[in-house]
T-cell receptor, first 116, second 114 residues
Framework: AQSVTQLGSHVSVSEGALVLLRCNYS??????LFWYVQYPNQGLQLLLK??????LVKGINGFEAEFKKSETSFHLTKPSAHMSDAAEYFC??????????????FGTGTKLQVIP | NAGVTQTPKFQVLKTGQSMTLQCAQD?????MYWYRQDPGMGLRLIYY???????DKGEVPNGYNVSRLNKREFSLRLESAAPSQTSVYFC?????????????FGPGTRLTVL
């Protein structure tokens, strides 16, 4: 069964500092991996995803993530935090279930606080 | 292009009352989903509809029923609400069921059961 672990339910960074949000997954087959962001009182929206090919994936708002198969990780980074990055971030993994449906499993989320 | 819309945005129910949460998408997506979000637990799948005319249970289906009314609309019904169903409910849609496809989420319905 697939699973996702996000280390740290809350992360605080200073404005302009590096953002690093950690995600480890388990999957019995090569996975599809996602990062979604949720701003206060809104639904989730896709930041970036890994399907196949290049392991460094670039997303919106300057975020990127690197798929490391040997470490079963898909950490999210941004070189310089902005106040507008304050939100909750969810890592997700998708692989095959019986019957052809590829179930998506979400992590428990990491709330990012940006300190001015 | 409104994306995924949900009604109502907020609802307060008493234990035992029933209600239906409505969801519609205008992206011509085949697959639709209902999730609940609780603090510290991420998103948990309640039901999904891989295509029009089909529905299947997710991780936490007890106490809920769904109807895929047509390709656009997917409703979630609570027949007899319980305090444990206090949560934020999100509807989502995607072109196909899972895999590499991006899921598009609605703004959520905040439900309180007293």
């Amino acid at each position: 069964a697939q699973s996702v672990t996000q280390l740290g339910s809350h992360v605080s960074v200073s404005e302009g500092a590096l953002v690093l949000l950690r995600c480890n997954y388990s999957s019995s087959v090569p996975p599809y991996l996602f990062w979604y962001v949720q701003y206060p009182n809104q639904g989730l929206q896709l930041l970036l995803k890994y399907t196949t090919g290049a392991t460094l994936v670039k997303g919106i708002n300057g975020f990127e993530a690197e798929f490391k198969k040997s470490e079963t990780s898909f950490h999210l980074t941004k070189p310089s935090a902005h106040m507008s990055d304050a939100a909750e971030y969810f890592c997700a993994v998708s692989d095959w279930e019986s019957g052809g449906y590829q179930k998506v499993t979400f992590g428990t989320g990491t709330k990012l606080q940006v300190i001015p | 292009n409104a994306g995924v819309t949900q009604t109502p945005k907020f609802q307060v129910l008493k234990t035992g009352q029933s209600m239906t949460l409505q969801c519609a998408q205008d992206m011509n997506h085949n697959s639709m989903y209902w999730y609940r979000q609780d603090p510290g637990m991420g998103l948990r799948l309640i039901y999904y509809s891989a295509s029009e005319g089909t529905t299947d249970k997710g991780e936490v289906p007890n106490g809920y029923n769904v109807s895929r009314l047509n390709k656009r609309e997917f409703s979630l019904r609570l027949e007899s609400a319980a305090p444990s169903q206090t949560s934020v409910y999100f509807c989502a849609s995607s072109h196909t069921a899972g895999g590499p496809d991006t899921q598009y989420f609605g703004p959520g319905t905040r439900l309180t059961v007293l």
